[in-house]
T-cell receptor, first 117, second 113 residues
């Protein structure tokens, strides 16, 4: 079974500063993928970034980067130069990349990020 | 390019009534999913479908029924709604088994009174 833990229910950051959102995971699958989604107050789920467990480099997408530490089973999201529009709920998720259930996403409970002006 | 749509966006129903939430995608994606989102639980998978006429249970399937007669549609039915099914429901799709990205619909907020 897979488990995602996000220990920060809420985070605050000043505009233009960087912020790290924590995510730890547990899985017995040898190959897996890690995801971050953003959910603004309007409710839609927006895919941000993906990291494969065998990827050699940490994933980056614009101001988003994923700090992947496989031995520690952590996949923290780093947002650089925070903007007011980054205020949202952020979900970490994972799924196995092999086997019969390699399309089932397991989500964490989320972290609510507030960016202060 | 409509993408993935859900209807209705908001629904209030009474305990014991049957209600169907609709999901439609225009990409011809093979995989479709239904999640529910509740405070303190994140998103949990209810049912998924690998193709038309192929569906299977997720983490929390009790009280729900799905069907998929056409690739583009994946309706979710609450056969006899209960208050515990008050939630926000998200439909999602992905291109195929190897595609890593799931695309989410806008969600349906369901209240059972």
């Amino acid at each position: 079974a897979q488990k995602i833990t996000q220990t920060q229910p809420g985070m605050f950051v000043q505009e233009k500063e960087a912020v790290t959102l924590d995510c730890t995971y547990d899985t017995s699958d040898p190959s897996y993928g890690l995801f971050w989604y953003k959910q603004p107050s309007s409710g839609e789920m927006i895919f941000l970034i993906y990291q494969g467990s065998y990827d050699q480099q940490n994933a980056t997408e614009g101001r988003y980067s994923l700090n992947f530490q496989k031995a520690r089973k952590s996949a923290n999201l780093v947002i650089s130069a925070s903007q007011l529009g980054d205020s949202a709920m952020y979900f970490c998720a994972m799924r196995p990349n092999s086997g019969g259930s390699n399309y089932k996403l397991t989500f964490g409970k989320g972290t609510l990020l507030t960016v202060n002006p | 390019d409509a993408g993935i749509t859900q209807s209705p966006r908001y629904k209030i129903t009474e305990t014991g009534r049957q209600v169907t939430l609709m999901c439609h995608q225009t990409w011809s994606h093979s995989y479709m999913f239904w999640y529910r989102q509740d405070l303190g639980h994140g998103l949990r998978l209810i049912y998924y479908s690998a193709a038309a006429d192929i569906t299977d249970k997720g983490e929390v399937p009790d009280g729900y029924v799905v069907s998929r007669s056409k690739t583009e549609n994946f309706p979710l039915t609450l056969e006899s709604a209960t208050r515990s099914q008050t939630s926000v429901y998200f439909c999602a799709s992905s291109r195929d088994r190897t595609s890593y990205e799931q695309y989410f619909g806008p969600g349906t907020r369901l209240t059972v009174t």
